[in-house]
């Protein structure tokens, strides 16, 4: 579709916008197309996870560092095959202008009986400091999976040792940035078979300078305007709200609001290169994704674009461009943001940008991004067209309208019902509570959107069938999918602002279709790392060719299980079976059973039942 033709259709969005759900107020009837007896079911309850709750700062949301939310990670962090659950806390201003600790984050592991139990002191992952993003990386290559945590204030590296207790390494690494940092991932862009990182930045906030509160009688000497009578220049209802110096407010639609993140200085940008001896080295400059531009960075992805063998780099920016960066296989990188298409939507626009999905929702080969957005714009999917360009197909694959009213956060490809398509989870939750009591076709707490691929051509939203759980209205940020009691069915959790997190069960994906998960284990001695991150699992079944990378950090500030999952709908057999090792050669597996889960060695060339480390 050209881009007059989706200049056209953006008009035609916007005049029936009006008509579009509020969504908390409706709720769309069960698609036709739902697959029978595939739902989600809330145990957040029944897991015990509701001894955790999220903390961010006042109802009132003042300043923009409450609204932002944080990650959760999925991963098996003792290697018992079960997927256990880590969620970031947040804070309150008050709690850092006092010094005090922040509330802990919680470490869940998973007991195989559809329990969790709390081992945060245990294991020493509380954190205690503003949290934002996790990622997971085996970058000691010990076989263990290591956490990294962002914050509002230094970042966190804890070590894996052995699964028994973790120890945050990161100011001996020297990944220890005092800033705010938001999205992360690991990934091995120089093909030296050791696990880098790259690490996104948001707004430098100075706590001594804070900008004008949403909340008047929250100011104090740090807020005080030369200006009193004089407001920020507004946006548009398509992004935040905008601050400009010596402002004493900002608004949003007329609205006295928090500010920013347009008119706050943008944090930096870091790709840590690994020693290889436990410590790391900023390469941002010389490697060339530096943030020149000081934009404000969310979501964070590594994956191949032009299928090259070489990790490339895309970062989602809130109110502006994204980064797409080409690996040049020479330790630096190209911006191609501009000549991809990855940067602005199909009318050449900048948007606030938030979590990133990555994954082949047409199954033609290669790598597709959806990004999510503010609240009154639609999020962004973008086809990969050639390795090298990008077209953004949101609108003719039904995904503009459906998305206009919700503030988008946490996104993920997941088969869902596992018939061979891979759909699409996208959690919202808006930043301004005025949203509940003011005309603005849209509400605070916002239910998920779970949207059914038919077969590649169009996305319609599940509505009542995804279940119950997900059409509760939520402030939800950070999200992430795994196979919680290895079933088969993929199943989500999500970690929400100022409230418990949410534990959705698949119940029947398993029933959907067959389907195949696959653990792989990499071989440092031929430069791949140990947890094989980067790699990419290709099988076909049915005359299917389908594709999916192992794959640190996404989403919104989050992790999702490093198994990777594959659904195969109708059919009982994998003729073919590939792996295209990170850094290394694409072999070929027999595969003798499906409905399993399966661990690949490289090493060995085993294939055995189960995941094993």
Same mark, same amino acid.
């Given at each position: 579709?050209?881009?007059?033709?989706?200049?056209?259709?953006?008009?035609?969005?916007?005049?029936?916008?009006?008509?579009?759900?509020?969504?908390?107020?409706?709720?769309?009837?069960?698609?036709?197309?739902?697959?029978?007896?595939?739902?989600?079911?809330?145990?957040?309850?029944?897991?015990?996870?509701?001894?955790?709750?999220?903390?961010?700062?006042?109802?009132?949301?003042?300043?923009?560092?409450?609204?932002?939310?944080?990650?959760?990670?999925?991963?098996?962090?003792?290697?018992?095959?079960?997927?256990?659950?880590?969620?970031?806390?947040?804070?309150?201003?008050?709690?850092?202008?006092?010094?005090?600790?922040?509330?802990?984050?919680?470490?869940?592991?998973?007991?195989?009986n559809g329990t969790f139990t709390d081992v945060t002191i245990e294991r020493g992952v509380a954190n205690e400091r503003w949290g934002q993003g996790v990622c997971v990386g085996d970058f000691d290559n010990d076989g263990f999976e290591d956490l990294f945590v962002t914050n509002f204030?230094?970042?966190?590296?804890?070590?894996?040792?052995?699964?028994?207790?973790?120890?945050?390494?990161?100011?001996?690494?020297?990944?220890?940035?005092?800033?705010?940092?938001? &999205?992360? #991932?690991?990934? =091995?862009? /120089?093909? @030296? *078979?050791? $696990? !880098?990182? +790259? %690490?996104?930045?948001?707004?430098?906030?100075?706590?001594?300078?804070?900008?004008?509160?949403?909340?008047?009688?929250?100011?104090?000497?740090?807020?005080?305007?030369?200006?009193?009578?004089?407001?920020?220049?507004?946006?548009?209802?398509?992004?935040?709200?905008?601050?400009?110096?010596?402002?004493?407010?900002?608004?949003?639609?007329?609205?006295?609001?928090?500010?920013?993140?347009?008119?706050?200085?943008?944090?930096?940008?870091?790709?840590?290169?690994?020693?290889?001896?436990?410590?790391?080295?900023?390469?941002?400059?010389?490697?060339?994704?530096?943030?020149?531009?000081?934009?404000?960075?969310? &979501?964070? #992805?590594?994956? =191949?674009? /032009?299928? @090259? *063998?070489? $990790? !490339?780099? +895309? %970062?989602?920016?809130?109110?502006?461009?994204?980064?797409?960066?080409?690996?040049?296989?020479?330790?630096?990188?190209?911006?191609?943001?501009?000549?991809?298409?990855?940067?602005?939507?199909?009318?050449?626009?900048?948007?606030?940008?938030?979590?990133?999905?990555?994954?082949?929702?047409?199954?033609?080969?290669?790598?597709?991004?959806?990004?999510?957005?503010?609240?009154?714009?639609?999020?962004?999917?973008?086809?990969?067209?050639?390795?090298?360009?990008?077209?953004?197909?949101?609108?003719?694959?039904?995904?503009?309208?459906?998305?206009?009213?919700?503030?988008?956060?946490?996104?993920?490809?997941?088969?869902?019902?596992?018939?061979?398509?891979?759909?699409?989870?996208?959690?919202?939750?808006? %930043?301004?509570?005025?949203?509940?009591?003011?005309?603005?076709?849209?509400?605070?707490?916002?239910?998920?959107?779970?949207?059914?691929?038919?077969?590649?051509?169009?996305?319609?939203?599940?509505?009542?069938?995804?279940?119950?759980?997900?059409?509760?209205?939520?402030?939800?940020?950070?999200?992430?999918?795994?196979?919680?009691?290895?079933?088969?069915?993929?199943?989500?959790?999500?970690?929400?602002?100022?409230?418990?997190?949410?534990?959705?069960?698949?119940?029947?994906?398993?029933?959907?279709?067959?389907?195949?998960?696959?653990?792989?284990?990499?071989?440092?001695?031929?430069?791949?790392?140990?947890?094989?991150?980067?790699?990419?699992?290709?099988?076909?079944?049915?005359?299917?060719?389908?594709?999916?990378?192992?794959?640190?950090?996404?989403?919104?500030?989050?992790?999702?299980?490093?198994?990777?999952?594959?659904?195969?709908?109708?059919?009982?057999?994998?003729?073919?079976?590939?792996?295209?090792?990170?850094?290394?050669?694409?072999?070929?597996?027999?595969?003798?059973?499906?409905?399993?889960?399966?661990?690949?060695?490289?090493?060995?060339?085993?294939?055995?039942?189960?995941?094993?480390?």
């Open positions: 579709m050209s881009a007059r033709a989706l200049i056209g259709c953006s008009v035609a969005c916007a005049s029936l916008f009006a008509a579009q759900e509020i969504p908390t107020k409706r709720l769309q009837p069960a698609s036709p197309h739902a697959t029978a007896g595939v739902t989600y079911r809330d145990v957040t309850n029944l897991a015990g996870l509701s001894s955790f709750k999220h903390v961010s700062g006042t109802p009132e949301k003042n300043y923009i560092i409450e609204a932002t939310g944080s990650g959760v990670a999925l991963w098996d962090f003792d290697n018992d095959g079960l997927v256990d659950i880590y969620l970031v806390n947040g804070s309150t201003i008050d709690r850092l202008q006092r010094g005090d600790p922040a509330p802990a984050a919680a470490l869940f592991r998973n007991n195989g204030g230094k970042n966190r590296l804890y070590r894996n040792d052995g699964g028994r207790r973790f120890t945050d390494i990161a100011e001996t690494a020297h990944v220890a940035d005092d800033s705010w940092s938001t &999205g992360c #991932a690991f990934g =091995d862009y /120089d093909g @030296d *078979g050791w $696990l !880098d990182l +790259f %690490v996104a930045g948001y707004v430098s906030l100075d706590l001594k300078h804070l900008p004008p509160p949403a909340n008047p009688e929250a100011a104090g000497p740090a807020n005080t305007s030369s200006e009193p009578n004089r407001a920020s220049p507004e946006s548009g209802s398509r992004m935040g709200a905008s601050y400009s110096p010596g402002a004493s407010r900002c608004t949003y639609r007329s609205e006295r609001v928090m500010c920013g993140p347009r008119g706050l200085k943008g944090a930096p940008d870091h790709l840590y290169r690994n020693n290889r001896d436990g410590t790391f080295t900023d390469v941002s400059g010389e490697a060339g994704v530096a943030d020149r531009n000081g934009l404000y960075g969310f &979501g964070v #992805a590594w994956f =191949d674009m /032009d299928d @090259d *063998g070489r $990790l !490339d780099l +895309f %970062v989602a920016n809130d109110s502006g461009p994204n980064y797409l960066y080409r690996n040049l296989g020479s330790g630096r990188f190209e911006d191609v943001s501009y000549p991809s298409g990855a940067a602005l939507d199909a009318q050449g626009r900048e948007q606030a940008h938030m979590g990133v999905a990555v994954g082949d929702y047409d199954n033609d080969g290669r790598d597709d991004l959806h990004v999510t957005n503010f609240a009154n714009d639609f999020n962004v999917l973008y086809h990969n067209d050639d390795g090298r360009s990008f077209s953004d197909v949101t609108a003719p694959l039904g995904l503009t309208l459906p998305t206009m009213p919700f503030l988008g956060w946490g996104t993920d490809f997941v088969d869902y019902d596992n018939d061979g398509w891979l759909d699409l989870l996208v959690v919202n939750g808006h %930043v301004y509570p005025a949203a509940d009591r003011l005309a603005w076709n849209t509400s605070y707490a916002q239910r998920a959107l779970l949207f059914r691929n038919l077969a590649g051509k169009r996305f319609e939203d599940l509505g009542a069938a995804a279940g119950e759980v997900l059409a509760t209205p939520r402030a939800s940020r950070g999200s992430a999918v795994g196979d919680i009691d290895n079933d088969g069915g993929i199943d989500i959790v999500i970690n929400n602002l100022d409230d418990r997190p949410t534990l959705a069960r698949n119940d029947g994906g398993a029933k959907g279709g067959h389907w195949l998960t696959i653990a792989l284990k990499g071989d440092p001695a031929r430069r791949c790392p140990r947890d094989a991150i980067g790699s990419v699992v290709f099988v076909t079944a049915g005359g299917v060719r389908r594709r999916a990378e192992v794959a640190s950090g996404r989403g919104q500030m989050s992790q999702s299980d490093l198994r990777v999952h594959f659904g195969l709908g109708a059919e009982t057999t994998v003729p073919n079976l590939q792996v295209r090792w990170a850094n290394g050669p694409t072999v070929t597996y027999k595969m003798d059973r499906i409905d399993a889960i399966v661990t690949i060695d490289q090493a060995s060339g085993a294939v055995t039942k189960g995941t094993t480390r």
